[in-house]
């Protein structure tokens, strides 16, 4: 299922009162990507930025170098076309659509190799982390956040989800947005929490270190709110006069998606505010305890009906 879409909320906000969120004023601008006019969906590792760009009607994969500022196309031109990317290493993963639907597609940026690597109908919103792929598969209405290891190609499915189900994997915990509220699994012990819960829609989480970002739709207007695991504490990272959708972490890193033209969309990167920037981490895969998680608790199996698509508009942009 192509997610070029952004979803504008057709229900008045909820009032909530007080509030223990500030917005953060020491978010600090480092660039803007605006070489097109549809960008979408980054995402970061270090210095190298993945992100959507529409070209000549097709959306492709693109991979930015923030430090030199060359950019290359990474999906193929015979693509009908490819959405929500994600980078670690050398590894980057996105949706590719087809005639029928959707898969999850590979590449390898040493070896320049791309390839799918599930087979769909409709598999969507990847993340990855060293040799784990996760991902959301959809059928007949119903979703199930699905986990790869990349040595092995042996696929399960974690837990069921709502349709539309978008998230992040951090070593071995995975953030999933579910019914607008943010979850987690810690893939070594099977532990769920919830980390956003809210009347208010919340939707692609991105998780790294202790700090999770994510986009919530605040009075019709899509923000990113940052959330510091260890404090609790919660600020507006990004938002207005436009929405701000679609938040990608990497060390002291911010990047999102910037709504602020009828039809046309950038792509803002910033360094968090102060105290929110993670230490430097090793990059582990973590299957082996994954595995071990999943035959243990045996949610590969669970399988349920579940709720529709959530109750607001999505408005395709155009150019």
Same mark, same amino acid.
């Given at each position: 299922?192509?997610?070029?879409?952004?979803?504008?909320?057709?229900?008045?906000?909820?009032? /909530?009162?007080?509030? $223990?969120?500030?917005?953060?004023?020491? &978010?600090?601008?480092?660039?803007?990507?605006?070489?097109?006019?549809?960008? /979408?969906?980054?995402?970061?590792?270090?210095?190298?930025?993945?992100?959507?760009?529409? %070209?000549?009607?097709?959306?492709?994969?693109?991979?930015?170098?923030?430090?030199?500022?060359?950019?290359?196309?990474?999906?193929?031109?015979?693509?009908?076309?490819?959405y929500a990317p994600d980078i670690h290493g050398d590894r980057v993963v996105w949706e590719?659509?087809f005639r029928r639907g959707s898969v999850i597609t590979l590449h390898d940026l040493e070896?320049?190799?791309?390839?799918?690597?599930?087979?769909?109908?409709?598999?969507?919103?990847?993340?990855?982390?060293? %040799?784990?792929?996760?991902?959301?598969?959809?059928?007949?209405?119903?979703?199930?956040?699905?986990?790869?290891?990349?040595?092995?190609?042996? @696929?399960?499915?974690?837990?069921?989800?709502?349709?539309?189900?978008?998230s992040d994997i951090f070593e071995h915990t995975v953030a999933y947005c579910s019914g607008?509220?943010?979850?987690?699994?810690? !893939?070594?012990?099977?532990? *769920? $929490?919830?980390?956003?819960?809210?009347?208010?829609?919340?939707?692609?989480?991105? /998780?790294?270190?202790?700090?999770?970002?994510?986009? *919530?739709?605040?009075?019709?207007?899509?923000?990113?709110? !940052?959330?510091?695991?260890?404090?609790?504490?919660?600020?507006?990272?990004?938002?207005?006069?436009?929405?701000?959708?679609?938040?990608?972490?990497?060390?002291?890193?911010?990047?999102?998606?910037?709504?602020?033209?009828?039809?046309? @969309?950038?792509? *803002?990167?910033?360094?968090?505010?102060?105290?929110?920037?993670?230490?430097?981490?090793?990059?582990?895969?973590?299957?082996?305890?994954?595995?071990?998680?999943?035959?243990?608790?045996?949610?590969?199996?669970?399988?349920?009906?579940?709720?529709?698509?959530?109750? &607001?508009?999505?408005?395709? !942009?155009?150019?």
């Open positions: 299922m192509a997610r070029i879409v952004m979803a504008l909320a057709v229900i008045a906000a909820v009032y /909530l009162g007080s509030t $223990a969120e500030t917005v953060a004023s020491t &978010v600090r601008f480092e660039r803007t990507i605006t070489d097109g006019d549809f960008i /979408l969906k980054p995402s970061v590792d270090g210095d190298r930025l993945v992100y959507v760009r529409r %070209d000549e009607s097709v959306n492709a994969v693109w991979l930015k170098d923030l430090g030199t500022g060359e950019s290359r196309r990474l999906s193929s031109k015979e693509s009908f076309g490819a590719e659509t070896t320049k190799e791309t390839r799918a690597i599930t087979l769909g109908p409709h598999d969507y919103a990847p993340s990855v982390w060293g %040799d784990t792929v996760v991902w959301t598969r959809e059928r007949h209405y119903n979703a199930w956040l699905m986990i790869m290891d990349l040595r092995t190609e042996e @696929t399960v499915s974690l837990v069921p989800v709502s349709c539309g189900t978008t607008g509220d943010i979850h987690t699994i810690d !893939l070594r012990t099977g532990e *769920q $929490a919830t980390l956003v819960e809210s009347p208010r829609w919340s939707e692609f989480p991105a /998780l790294y270190g202790d700090v999770l970002a994510y986009a *919530q739709w605040d009075d019709e207007l899509s923000r990113i709110h !940052l959330l510091d695991l260890r404090t609790g504490e919660s600020v507006v990272a990004a938002g207005g006069p436009g929405c701000a959708f679609a938040p990608a972490l990497s060390h002291d890193r911010l990047a999102w998606e910037a709504y602020d033209r009828p039809a046309c @969309t950038e792509v *803002q990167v910033a360094r968090l505010p102060a105290g929110f920037a993670s230490d430097e981490v090793t990059a582990t895969s973590g299957w082996l305890a994954n595995a071990g998680f999943v035959v243990r608790d045996g949610l590969g199996r669970l399988m349920r009906l579940i709720g529709s698509l959530h109750a &607001v508009s999505i408005v395709v !942009l155009v150019g």
